[in-house]
Antibody, heavy 117, light 107 residues
Framework: QVQLKESGPGLMQPSETLSLTCTVSGFSLTSNGVGWVRQPLGKGLVWMGTIWAGGSTNYNSAVQSRLSISRDTSKSQVFLKMNSLQPEDTGTYYC???????????WGQGVMVTVSS | DIQMTQSPASLSASLEEIVTITCQASQDIGNWLAWYQQKPGKSPQLLIYGATSLADGVPSRFSGSRSGTQYSLKISRLQVEDIGIYYCLQAYSAPWTFGGGTKLELK
């Protein structure tokens, strides 16, 4: 049974660095890529970046300079780190598995992150 | 970047009505398109992949079609549990881009 679960702090201050963890089960990180998708409150979905099965990464150019995605395959975990947080980074962060056709077939429940002083 | 223009932004329909949502891609993406349903407070759920294939467990009243660079999601007989927000996603090339969403409500 494929599962993904995000974890991390709910409240951050501007200029801080966000660290989120996505713990997966039911598949191997060396078989499927995992991406991060952000959803500002009441708004649509935005792909942020992906770490592929081979370990390579792709980032959305809008956040590329601030974003890093890595993984620990032994722990089945994917990490998101984003620095220089601003209030507009507030939203729900999802991790999702890339399935066939490159799309997201399984999603985590999401973690709400608020950036506020 | 590939732009996905989704319409309408909101839609009010009656039970058993036929509902159609469209996404227009800014360039050719082949069949690299998916549709998702998101209910309040929940993560998106995959409905359609490869533009026309039904995901596991999705009711057969949902269907996807393609005409050139225009993609459509059709709900043949709207049910109460279909209420939510629908998104398309192009997975042809990075950056992966979603449509703006369609909020489907009951009339």
């Amino acid at each position: 049974q494929v599962q993904l679960k995000e974890s991390g702090p709910g409240l951050m201050q501007p200029s801080e660095t966000l660290s989120l963890t996505c713990t997966v089960s039911g598949f191997s990180l060396t078989s499927n890529g995992v991406g991060w998708v952000r959803q500002p409150l009441g708004k649509g979905l935005v792909w942020m970046g992906t770490i592929w099965a081979g370990g390579s990464t792709n980032y959305n150019s809008a956040v590329q300079s601030r974003l890093s995605i890595s993984r620990d395959t032994s722990k089945s975990q994917v990490f998101l780190k984003m620095n220089s947080l601003q209030p507009e980074d507030t939203g729900t962060y999802y991790c999702a598995r890339h399935g066939s056709w490159g799309l997201f077939d399984y999603w985590g429940q999401g973690v709400m992150v608020t950036v506020s002083s | 970047d590939i732009q996905m223009t989704q319409s309408p932004a909101s839609l009010s329909a009656s039970l058993e009505e036929i509902v159609t949502i469209t996404c227009q891609a800014s360039q050719d993406i082949g069949n690299w398109l998916a549709w998702y349903q998101q209910k309040p407070g929940k993560s998106p759920q995959l409905l359609i992949y490869g533009a026309t294939s039904l995901a596991d467990g999705v009711p057969s009243r949902f269907s996807g079609s393609r005409s050139g660079t225009q993609y459509s999601l059709k709900i043949s007989r709207l049910q109460v549990e279909d209420i939510g927000i629908y998104y398309c996603l192009q997975a042809y090339s990075a950056p992966w881009t979603f449509g703006g969403g369609t909020k489907l409500e009951l009339k």
